[in-house]
């Protein structure tokens, strides 16, 4: 899952981009970037590493003017190895575009070879947005072939991408000279919001994956872009926007709210907050239906996303809460880093135990999911270290068994812990007493009930079915065997031991 940015601004962006990359981090911690317009030439920097960590002072300085993209990376095409594929990307022609994208193609294989074969277009890396971004530049080109371009050849591009393209996208352009396009794929699968702010130089834009990037730096959230729809803010910050889809239907992935987004955000208009703390309610009721509610003396969150799950989970059942693990603040999330080793060795450096908490008490643990085990795995171990008697185990969303296309790094089964375990086997494989599941239908409905207009989500991970309708189990195959590590749940590989 990767963070974007982009700022149509009436004075210089760069800090701007750079605290809005810091509000999105938890969305990507492998690369950053940002690039910025002034006068006729694109400045760009981009590294490997936290938003922090890629940005000095010199890097600032070289990116002057009053728009521009940002984007933090999270691999799921590629690798987290080639900083080639971190972005922003740029094409010169037509006009000079860069562009950031959230979310993963399931169909650029076949257009990367399109691009070559038919297009013209060489593809320098493995990235499915390189890809993207060159389907978006050959119908652009094809669109103003007169030579002007205008709001009307913007949005017939978009509508082509469209067409050719299939997956998960979340896209912002900018073109040089002409302004900032902002779409969204037909689904609405990854998120994108637009807002604004009223200065003495007229009004900025500004598009970001999530709100909180928007309210973080001053802008007001005005509303998410919808399914299909394509936003232009041109050189002087006009606003205007197009349906571009043919069928649009609203089906946000629903792993955003268990776990990608910060709570903080607003996404959908249903705030991520509000939506896990239903998500805890929901789980509540299964785990009175599954465990003995007297046996259990306190309920604990795994920091952080599983907390406000966790909170209303304890105050529904009227159990105790408290947190038992104090997160080393540090250090990331886990989930997202690169390979099993450092995931593993990591949800130790970044969670420890309170003994007082858990000696020779029965406790409940809540997360928020349960994909790898990783986490959980270590978190019940350090809870037995501790001292706790029985320890029980609750997960906010349902069992993880099917890959994820569309933009979350989980591309083969035989790392998802629950594949081919029920309920039983995976308690025991974490070493729980006791393990409760959410339902889908009851995760689904935790969303719902703060915005019924939205009828579906993308929740393959936990269904199998897949909103785009392309992936089949030749697919999936095709997927183990190019970006899986074929390894058993929790096992490393060798060259992962050697780390
Ligand atoms: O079963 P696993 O493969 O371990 O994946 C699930 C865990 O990973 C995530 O935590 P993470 O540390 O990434 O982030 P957080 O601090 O936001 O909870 C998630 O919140 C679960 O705790
Ligand atoms: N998680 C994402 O949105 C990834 C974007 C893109 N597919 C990449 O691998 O860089
Ligand atoms: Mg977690």
Redesign the pocket.
């Known amino acids: 899952m990767c963070g974007i940015v982009g700022v149509a601004g009436a004075s210089p962006v760069n800090q701007l981009i750079y605290d809005s990359l810091l509000l999105l981090q938890h969305r990507g911690q492998d690369a950053a970037g940002i690039s910025t317009s002034h006068e006729q030439f694109f400045n760009m920097y981009k590294a490997h590493g936290l938003v922090r960590d890629v940005f000095r002072t010199r890097n600032m300085r070289s990116l002057p003017g009053n728009s521009g993209l940002g984007q933090v990376r999270y691999p799921t095409a590629g690798s987290s190895d080639s900083v080639d594929e971190a972005q922003p990307f740029y094409v010169n022609a037509p006009f000079g575009i860069t562009f950031v994208h959230n979310g993963n193609l399931t169909n650029w294989r076949e257009l990367r070879e399109a691009l070559f074969k038919i297009d013209r277009r060489h593809i320098n890396t493995n990235s499915d947005s390189e890809v993207l971004l060159n389907v978006f530049a050959h119908e652009l080109q094809m669109a103003s072939s007169g030579g002007t371009l205008n709001e009307d050849a913007i949005f017939k591009a978009v509508a082509a991408v469209h067409r050719r393209a299939r997956g998960a996208y979340a896209v912002i352009a900018q073109i040089a000279s002409y302004g900032i396009v902002a779409f969204r794929d037909p689904h609405g699968i990854r998120p994108l919001c637009l807002g604004s702010r009223e200065t003495d130089d007229g009004t900025e834009w500004m598009v970001a994956s999530e709100s909180v990037a928007l309210t973080g730096c001053g802008y007001n959230l005005v509303r998410d872009v919808q399914p299909g729809e394509a936003i232009f803010i041109d050189i002087d910050g006009k606003l205007a926007s197009r349906q571009c889809a043919e069928a649009p239907e609203l089906t946000p992935c629903v792993f955003e709210y268990v ?1 990608f987004a910060r709570p903080d955000s607003v996404m959908d208009t249903v705030s991520i907050y509000h939506a896990r703390l239903r998500m805890g309610e929901y789980l509540a009721d299964n785990v009175a239906k599954a465990l003995r509610l007297g046996e259990i003396d306190v309920v604990m969150p ?5 907390r406000p799950s966790a909170m209303q989970l304890a105050s529904h059942l009227g159990l105790d809460y408290r947190e038992g693990f104090i997160k080393n603040r540090y250090v990331g ?4 880093m690169p390979g099993q080793a450092v995931r593993k060795k990591s949800v130790r450096q ?1 969670l420890s135990a309170i003994d007082m908490e858990f000696r020779g008490k029965n406790v409940l643990l809540v ?10 795995r270590e978190i019940v171990d350090m809870a037995r270290a501790a001292g706790a008697n029985k320890v029980f185990f609750a997960s906010a969303a349902p069992p993880v068994r099917f890959p994820n296309v569309y933009g979350i790094d989980m591309p083969t089964r035989s790392e998802l812990i629950a594949v081919g375990r029920d309920t039983a086997d995976i308690a025991r494989e974490i070493g729980a007493n006791g393990l409760v599941y959410q339902n889908i239908e009851d995760l689904e409905q935790s969303i719902r009930d703060l915005n019924p207009a939205i009828r579906g989500f993308e929740s393959s991970c936990f269904t199998g079915d897949y909103v785009t309708g392309d992936i089949d189990e030749a697919y999936l195959q095709r997927l183990e065997q190019t970006r899986g590590h074929a390894q058993p749940a929790g096992e490393m590989s060798t060259s992962e031991k050697d780390d």
Do not use: A, E, Q
Not at 333 to 336: A, E, G, K, L, S
């Open positions: 776990y795994i920091p952080d996303s599983s999330r886990t989930f997202i970044k997360d928020d999911s349960i994909v790898r085990g990783t986490t959980s």
